[in-house]
């Protein structure tokens, strides 16, 4: 309320009180008529002209100056009918007159007073509830930046973890997710924000084709669900050979289940690392048995033949000069055969070596392998001086090859010599040759002791010997050299062995080493160049797409 609406209200009570005086007045004459008649109870005058002021002051009456002519008709015949016993004197007229406006403008400031304090009550109302409006908006900006700022944080944590998220509710409708679990299920979506509220209840079918075991990444994903328990870690195995580890999280409000946290890790790098670990580790400990196989075969294979020569040395030292001849050489030439046992096994150290390496030369070279074979049946007969019966077949008279005829040397000395040192004396040991679809098979078959089953696994490895056979002199190294040559022919070895009975092995190798090169590059080749026609199509494809 302004200033001029209070003046007006002001003016409007004094043109009130100017309305209520000669009402006042007229109430006064009756009174004073009804007390000279004797008409009227003998009562004090004050408390009923307060009620009469109030009731005027209230009333609002409009007939002021019809009120004064009355009151002053009324008061003029009481004063000529009053016989002298009772004269209103003016005096008395003023002094009631001052009295009631006084009570009637102490009446009125009381009455401006009120709506005055109405009126400060109003605006300390309407500032307190500005003030507050004021308050609980600045309170709504505020927790409205710090929800954009907490939703941005949030959003750039998500898209930043390595991981993929998604939450969803009891209804299984997504609540959060983010661009890395989108990327590992192939959803096809531009921003992960507008998969916000849709329906992920048949997500384990919709996706399950992803997987290595389809129907036990469902089986466990309902499992999951149904328990509602915390899972940790656990291995998943894609089928594109990808490794994930999930955890799963359910959400609750209390006890009341609300919906469940889903986090897919890619460890397919991790796994890598472990795996080559676990193979360095096995290699590092397999070189650690090599080296000791290696310490106990030099300790013990040339102790003995040191042994030999040394013993041999010294007798000739102090009784050769008793000696004939004959008896000289025959010492000679053990220490000769002696000292050729420990050339071969030098030999073989430093062949393994350079195969080990990578270094082992392969010069394959047009070779007839009837020939080469029958040299080494008579070779193997002069040093054994016919102990053992090799018998030799074959198809044709002639089969030609291109091969290495010094590794070709290493793979059946090795072979025929084992048969012959593990069969007993006077046994026969069969050496076949076949031919056939560019192919020449070789089998050498002994009847020696054969190879346990528990030794079989391991019978190509360096210094690893059969636990039936540590009485009998060798090195271990023999099948490992076998094994190395016939890889670099690009053939194949393979064996059958029953203790007691003897042992068979199987030697494959193409006859034109050179030409089956050529041909395992041109199908390598053909194969890279159906990949890439391939990735061609598909790149137009997506393109055009």
Same mark, same amino acid.
């Given at each position: 309320?302004?200033?001029?609406?209070?003046?007006?209200?002001?003016?409007?009570?004094?043109?009130?009180?100017?309305?209520?005086?000669?009402?006042?007045?007229?109430?006064?004459?009756?009174?004073?008529?009804?007390?000279?008649?004797?008409?009227?109870?003998?009562?004090?005058?004050?408390?009923?002209?307060?009620?009469?002021?109030?009731?005027?002051?209230?009333?609002?009456?409009?007939?002021?100056?019809?009120?004064?002519?009355?009151?002053?008709?009324?008061?003029?015949?009481?004063?000529?009918?009053?016989?002298?016993?009772?004269?209103?004197?003016?005096?008395?007229? !003023?002094?009631?007159?001052?009295?009631? *406006? @006084? &009570?009637?403008?102490?009446?009125?400031?009381?009455? %401006? $007073?009120?709506? #005055? /304090?109405?009126?400060?009550?109003?605006?300390?109302?309407?500032?307190?509830?500005?003030?507050?409006?004021?308050?609980?908006?600045?309170?709504?900006?505020?927790?409205?930046?710090?929800?954009?700022?907490?939703?941005?944080?949030?959003?750039?944590?998500?898209?930043?973890?390595?991981?993929?998220i998604v939450v969803y509710d009891n209804?299984?409708?997504?609540?959060?997710?983010?661009?890395?679990?989108?990327?590992?299920?192939? !959803?096809?979506?531009?921003?992960?924000? *507008? @998969? &916000?509220?849709?329906?992920?209840?048949?997500?384990? %079918? $919709?996706?399950? #084709? /992803?997987?290595?075991?389809?129907?036990?990444?469902?089986?466990?994903?309902?499992?999951?669900?149904?328990?509602?328990?915390?899972?940790?870690?656990e291995e998943l195995h894609f089928a594109?050979?990808?490794?994930?580890?999930?955890?799963?999280?359910?959400?609750?409000?209390?006890?009341?289940?609300?919906?469940?946290?889903?986090?897919?890790?890619?460890?397919?790098?991790?796994?890598?690392?472990?795996?080559?670990?676990?193979?360095?580790?096995?290699?590092?400990?397999? *070189?650690?048995?090599?080296?000791?196989?290696?310490?106990?075969?030099?300790?013990?294979?040339?102790?003995?033949?040191?042994?030999?020569?040394?013993?041999?040395?010294?007798?000739?030292?102090?009784?050769?000069?008793?000696?004939?001849?004959?008896?000289?050489?025959?010492?000679?030439?053990?220490?000769?055969?002696?000292?050729?046992?420990?050339?071969?096994?030098?030999?073989?150290?430093?062949?393994?070596?350079?195969?080990?390496?990578?270094?082992?030369?392969?010069?394959?070279?047009?070779?007839?392998?009837?020939?080469?074979?029958?040299?080494?049946?008579?070779? *193997?007969?002069?040093?054994?001086?016919?102990?053992?019966?090799?018998?030799?077949?074959?198809?044709?008279?002639?089969?030609?090859?291109?091969?290495?005829?010094?590794?070709?040397?290493h793979i059946f000395m090795n072979l025929?010599?084992?048969?012959?040192?593990?069969?007993?004396?006077?046994?026969?040991?069969?050496?076949?040759?076949?031919?056939?679809?560019?192919?020449?098979?070789?089998?050498?078959?002994?009847?020696?002791?054969?190879?346990?089953?528990?030794?079989?696994?391991?019978?190509?490895?360096?210094?690893?010997?059969?636990?039936?056979?540590?009485?009998?002199?060798?090195?271990?190294?023999?099948?490992?050299?076998?094994?190395?040559?016939?890889?670099?022919?690009?053939?194949?070895?393979?064996?059958?062995?029953?203790?007691?009975?003897?042992?068979?092995?199987?030697?494959?190798?193409?006859?034109?080493?050179?030409?089956?090169?050529?041909?395992?590059?041109?199908?390598?080749?053909?194969?890279?160049?159906?990949?890439?026609?391939?990735?061609?199509?598909?790149?137009?494809?997506?393109?055009?797409?």
């Amino acid at each position: 309320m302004n200033t001029n609406s209070l003046m007006l209200q002001k003016n409007n009570n004094y043109k009130k009180l100017l309305e209520v005086i000669p009402l006042i007045i007229v109430v006064i004459g009756f009174i004073e008529i009804g007390n000279r008649l004797g008409l009227f109870i003998q009562i004090p005058m004050w408390p009923i002209l307060a009620i009469v002021i109030v009731t005027a002051s209230v009333s609002g009456v409009k007939t002021g100056l019809i009120n004064a002519i009355i009151g002053s008709t009324y008061i003029l015949y009481i004063n000529l009918n009053s016989k002298g016993s009772y004269i209103l004197t003016a005096l008395e007229v !003023i002094i009631e007159i001052m009295i009631l *406006l @006084l &009570i009637a403008i102490w009446l009125g400031k009381k009455k %401006e $007073e009120n709506l #005055r /304090l109405k009126i400060l009550l109003r605006k300390s109302q309407l500032i307190v509830e500005q003030a507050e409006k004021e308050e609980l908006l600045t309170t709504v900006k505020g927790r409205q930046v710090a929800l954009q700022d907490t939703s941005s944080r949030l959003t750039t944590l998500l898209e930043n973890l390595e991981g993929g998220i998604v939450v969803y509710d009891n209804t299984k409708r997504v609540i959060l997710i983010n661009q890395a679990f989108c990327d590992i299920f192939d !959803i096809p979506v531009l921003e992960p924000t *507008l @998969l &916000i509220g849709a329906d992920f209840s048949n997500f384990a %079918e $919709e996706y399950q #084709r /992803l997987f290595a075991e389809p129907e036990e990444f469902i089986c466990r994903y309902k499992e999951i669900i149904a328990y509602n328990e915390r899972v940790s870690s656990e291995e998943l195995h894609f089928a594109d050979g990808r490794v994930f580890e999930r955890d799963y999280v359910p959400i609750c409000l209390g006890e009341k289940y609300e919906g469940n946290l889903w986090i897919y890790r890619d460890i397919s790098d991790r796994k890598k690392a472990e795996v080559e670990l676990r193979n360095t580790l096995e290699k590092e400990k397999e *070189l650690n048995e090599l080296k000791s196989r290696f310490v106990t075969m030099t300790s013990h294979e040339f102790r003995t033949p040191l042994t030999t020569i040394l013993g041999a040395a010294e007798i000739l030292k102090y009784y050769g000069e008793d000696m004939n001849q004959e008896e000289i050489l025959k010492y000679l030439d053990r220490i000769h055969i002696t000292v050729e046992h420990l050339t071969r096994m030098l030999d073989d150290i430093l062949l393994l070596g350079k195969a080990e390496s990578g270094k082992l030369e392969f010069s394959p070279a047009p070779l007839d392998l009837v020939e080469f074979c029958y040299g080494l049946v008579e070779e *193997l007969r002069v040093s054994t001086q016919n102990q053992d019966q090799i018998i030799f077949f074959h198809q044709v008279s002639e089969i030609s090859g291109n091969m290495d005829e010094k590794l070709l040397r290493h793979i059946f000395m090795n072979l025929l010599t084992n048969g012959i040192k593990y069969s007993p004396v006077n046994s026969i040991i069969n050496f076949d040759l076949f031919c056939q679809n560019g192919e020449a098979t070789f089998i050498v078959k002994d009847q020696g002791c054969g190879i346990p089953l528990e030794d079989q696994a391991r019978l190509f490895e360096p210094f690893h010997r059969g636990n039936n056979v540590n009485k009998i002199q060798g090195t271990g190294l023999g099948l490992t050299i076998v094994k190395k040559s016939v890889d670099l022919h690009g053939g194949t070895i393979d064996f059958k062995s029953k203790v007691g009975v003897g042992t068979t092995f199987k030697v494959t190798l193409p006859l034109d080493v050179n030409l089956k090169k050529q041909k395992a590059l041109e199908k390598n080749n053909f194969i890279m160049n159906e990949i890439s026609s391939s990735e061609t199509q598909t790149d137009e494809k997506d393109s055009n797409y």
